[in-house]
């Protein structure tokens, strides 16, 4: 089993930053990917950007030159830090770890932008 626990949500206003922290912890060994998901009132829940343990990153059009994701193998922690933050990122931001072929979830964290 893997447990995510999630920090660094919170309110911000429109064109401010914000750091999503995730540290994964319990059978962490063989960890490929971890990422980063959103989902917003009233739709499904989206990939924001993952990384795999190589270091490739993929993010979601909508986030492309304004939130860069990176990860501390040592630490089994992923970050995701969002610049020029709009209204529309408004969101619950889920981490999510891929050991073999399970997804694991943290509890989520919420992000609100005001504009």
């Known amino acids: 089993q893997v447990q995510l626990v999630e920090s660094g949500g919170g309110l911000v206003q429109a064109g401010g930053s914000l750091r999503l922290s995730c540290a994964a912890s319990?059978?962490?060994?063989?960890?490929?990917?971890m990422g980063w998901y959103r989902q917003a009132p009233g739709k499904q829940r989206e990939l924001v950007a993952a990384?795999?343990?190589?270091?490739?990153?993929n993010y979601a059009d909508s986030v492309k030159g304004r939130f860069t994701i990176s990860r501390d193998n040592a630490k089994n922690a992923v970050y995701l830090q969002m610049n020029s933050l709009k209204f529309e990122d408004t969101a619950v931001y889920y981490c999510?770890?891929?050991?073999?072929?399970?997804?694991?979830w943290g509890q989520g964290t919420q992000v609100t932008v005001s504009s």
């Open positions: 990384i795999i343990s190589g270091g490739s990153t």
């Open positions: 319990g059978s962490t060994n063989s960890i490929n990917t």
């Open positions: 999510n770890a891929v050991k073999y072929i399970r997804n694991y």
